[in-house]
Nanobody, 124 residues
Framework: QVQLVESGGGLVQAGGSLRLSCAAS????????MGWFRQAPGKGREFVAT????????VYADSVKGRFTISRDNAKNTVYLQMNNLKPEDTAVYYC?????????????????WGQGTQVTVSS
């Protein structure tokens, strides 16, 4: 069983930055991709970004493109989400997830393992 632990969430003012980390318990990097999703109160889980572990290609939701950057450190089994120019609408619980096989990047059901989430709150 793969375990994922997110960290780095917190409270920040609009326009500020945060960096989220997702540490994997073992060699998830034999998997296909790792991604970030978020869920705001009363809303469904929303795709944010994903990174293909072999090669490093990335995919972003339109709502975060140009503001967020996903990256990986294979030696540390860790994926990061650098979030800049944060907006109040970015407020949500952020989850990282592992996708073992190719397929839809933006559908949460195509990811196999999930972390517990970390809260990000952006004040106006």
């Amino acid at each position: 069983q793969v375990q994922l632990v997110e960290s780095g969430g917190g409270l920040v003012q609009a326009g500020g930055s945060l960096r989220l980390s997702c540490a994997a318990s073992d060699r998830t990097f034999s998997s296909y991709a790792m991604g970030w999703f978020r869920q705001a109160p009363g809303k469904g889980r929303e795709f944010v970004a994903t990174i293909i572990l072999s090669g490093g290609s990335t995919v972003y939701a339109d709502s975060v493109k140009g503001r967020f950057t996903i990256s990986r450190d294979n030696a540390k089994n860790t994926v990061y989400l650098q979030m800049n120019n944060l907006k109040p609408e970015d407020t949500a619980v952020y989850y990282c997830a592992v996708k073992r096989y190719s397929g839809s990047y933006s559908r949460s059901g195509s990811y196999d393992y999930w972390g517990q989430g970390t809260q990000v709150t952006v004040s106006s």
